[in-house]
């Protein structure tokens, strides 16, 4: 098995992934995502840097996802703070909503906050 290196036994199921060749070999429940370790035998996978990929994680290699609505980023237009995106429309206060693109704002927790708002949470 490509993933914990034990011998596959001729009476097992394999699992062969195209994109891999033909020469790597694993057991279903190795065939996992690289990145989160979901089981991937009854899943599209994706094949990159030589391991495989669930698709979200996938996609979040090639793009960033907004942490506003969880859906991958495809414009290059968007709001990044502290290694986390937004679109633009999704750049706003958690608490009253107002677009915050070009005002000031904190970030507590992954969560926007527009100057009033967070200090009302004092």
Do not use: M
């Amino acid at each position: 098995c490509d993933t914990c290196q034990q011998a596959l036994p001729g009476d097992c199921p394999v699992v062969y992934a195209d994109r891999a060749g033909y020469s790597r070999q694993w057991h279903p429940a190795c065939f996992v995502c690289c990145r989160c370790a979901e089981p991937l035998v009854d899943l599209i996978y994706f094949w990159k840097s030589g391991a495989a990929w669930c698709g979200r994680h996938y996609c979040e290699s090639l793009r960033p996802r907004c942490a506003g609505c969880d859906e991958i980023i495809f414009s290059e237009d968007y709001q990044q703070v502290e290694g986390l995106a937004w679109h633009n429309k999704h750049f706003a206060c958690l608490e009253c909503e107002t677009l915050l693109l070009g005002k000031p704002f904190t970030l507590a927790k992954a969560s926007l906050l527009c100057t009033t708002c967070s200090q009302s949470r004092v």
